[in-house]
């Protein structure tokens, strides 16, 4: 049996943050602000997962009201969540995401980002994809106010 899962998420970019995507510190001079390191990719990557699943979201698992996970490094939550699909028999087919920013450009460290996701999930870095796009320079994103990662993913059950 195979399921397929989406997931997306939104932060707002500001200034004397980190920005942090795909388990990666991009240089830039705005970083996304959030509960934990507010890491888009990451947070989508795990919506999709656990939809994928019937596991609820990353908020009923994780909830930003939670002092547990204030600025918490969101490899972790992502590790946490393979570890619940998997212990409901599911395995990580592949991974096919999309981070939506007007900048910086991140292609230079969507190798690095794959390896690091890949490590995470235990899978290899051929069936991850990570893709980028603008908005043109319309909207929120556009004008830089924030960014917003989309991802889906497939799983089969063991």
Known sequence: ????????????????????IGGV????HKGATG???????????CDALLGAACLG???????????????IDSKILLKKTVELIRNENFDVINVDSTVCLQE???SP?????????ASVMNISTKDISIKATTTEKM????????????????????
């Open 25 to 28: 510190k991009v240089p830039h």
């Open 104 to 106: 910086p450009k991140i």
């Open 35 to 45: 509960h934990s390191d507010a890491d888009v990719l990451l947070h989508a990557v």
């Open 139 to 158: 909207g929120f994103i556009g004008r830089g106010e924030g960014i917003a990662a989309y991802a889906t993913v497939l799983l089969q059950k063991r």
């Open 57 to 71: 979201d990353i908020g009923v698992h994780f909830p930003d009201t939670s002092d547990e996970f204030k600025d």
């Open 1 to 20: 049996m195979f399921r397929i899962g989406s997931g997306m998420d939104f932060h707002q970019m500001v200034d004397g943050r980190e920005l942090w």
């Open 109 to 117: 460290y969507v190798e690095e980002m794959q390896k690091v996701i």
